[in-house]
């Protein structure tokens, strides 16, 4: 099994800073896409952000400017810098992966999750 470890969450004020991380224990095919969603309590899922092969980048519009996703395809980590964090952005954050990017974020291989807070 494909497993993904996030790690980085926790609770800042608002307009503080956040990096999360998402480890593999599995070697993660430069080919796959990887993504972060996120999911508040009474809240659908939300991609954040995802990476393709080529290093195209989406996000989602209320992190456009906020948020920056990357890879080190050396050490197959998966990063999500956050700046500027408002309250509406805690969620719990999963990291995940598949063939390609999913508009609808139903991936195939998902981390466990890190909580961010943000308090105003």
């Known amino acids: 099994q494909v497993h993904m470890v996030e790690s980085g969450g926790g609770s800042v004020q608002a307009g503080g800073s956040l990096r999360l991380s998402c480890a593999t224990s599995q070697y993660i095919p430069k080919t796959y896409c990887m993504a972060w969603v996120r999911q508040a309590p009474g809240k659908e899922r939300e991609g954040v952000a995802s990476?393709?092969?080529?290093?195209?980048?989406t996000y989602a519009d209320a992190v456009k400017g906020r948020f920056t996703i990357s890879r080190d395809s050396a050490n197959n980590t998966l990063y999500l810098q956050m700046n500027k964090l408002k309250p509406e952005d805690t969620a719990m954050y999963y990291c995940?992966?598949?063939?390609?990017?999913?508009?609808?974020?139903?991936?195939?291989?998902w981390g466990q999750g890190t909580q961010v807070t943000v308090s105003s």
């Open positions: 990476i393709d092969h080529d290093g195209h980048t």
């Open positions: 995940a992966a598949d063939f390609r990017c999913w508009s609808n974020s139903d991936y195939m291989f």
